[in-house]
């Protein structure tokens, strides 16, 4: 049974450019969060989406960033017109559906390096 | 606002012995608790959690202890093993996702 799997590992882009995350959840989960991790700082929760809704944003930045968990295929986390701020690693979990949400297993991770 | 605190970014312990990791949290509405384990470049791995209504929570060489009046948790790990070195990571939330993570504390177990 295949982990959280999250593509690319590593992303390099210039300021300006659009970054995109892809998260594909374990097999059978249908939640899906969006963590961020800037240098020598925990996890910061971003988004909570389930297949075709974002549950919760509160923890996205008002600009320039969006997710989305589209009915088929993987969610995407996007970020647009990078800013050297937004390099850090982000971290995708997923847990399954109904009342169990307590437990969330994450992806190794995408680091976002902006030059 | 950092609600959820480890202090100590880093702990050696020499490997037999016990571990134990501290956090502290400031959000008395926190009612579900969890220690995640991070190896480099790999994302956080569930290790054990505990809810508000116990204090107590064992999984093997791993027990977590919440002290509610302090607003405290504590991990334990023994007996300590090499491959236990990582960082580790509590969360803290209430509901059921949303989770706010302290900053980690970096274990090393010294053979």
């Known amino acids: 049974n295949a982990g959280v799997m999250q593509n690319p590992r590593h992303l390099v882009r210039r300021r300006g450019q659009e970054a995109r995350l892809r998260c594909s959840p374990m097999?059978?989960?249908?939640?899906v969060y969006w963590y961020r991790q800037l240098p020598e700082e925990g996890l910061k929760f971003m988004v909570y989406?389930?297949?075709?809704?974002?549950?919760?944003e509160s923890g996205m930045p008002k600009e320039r960033f969006s997710a989305e968990f589209p009915k088929e295929g993987p969610s995407i986390l996007r970020i647009q017109q990078v800013v050297r701020g937004d390099s850090a690693a982000y971290f995708c979990a997923s847990s399954p559906p109904g009342l169990g949400t307590y437990e969330q297993y994450f992806g190794p991770g995408t680091r976002l390096t902006v030059t | 606002d950092q609600q959820v605190k480890q202090n100590s970014p880093s702990l050696s312990v020499q490997e037999g012995r016990i571990s134990i990791l501290n956090c502290d949290y400031t959000?008395?509405?926190?009612?579900?608790f969890l220690w995640y384990k991070k190896y480099p470049a790999e994302g956080p791995t569930f290790l054990i959690s505990?809810?508000?209504?116990?204090d107590k929570n064992e999984d093997g060489r791993f027990t977590v202890f919440l002290n509610k009046s302090a607003k405290h948790l504590s991990l334990h790990i023994v007996p300590s093993q090499p491959g236990d070195s990582a960082v580790y990571f509590c969360a803290a939330g209430s509901g059921t996702y949303k989770y706010i993570f302290g900053t980690g504390t970096r274990l090393k177990v010294l053979a």
């Open positions: 097999k059978g989960h249908s939640h």
């Open positions: 989406l389930q297949k075709e809704n974002i549950i919760d």
């Open positions: 505990i809810s508000s209504i116990k």
């Open positions: 959000n008395s509405m926190f009612d579900y």
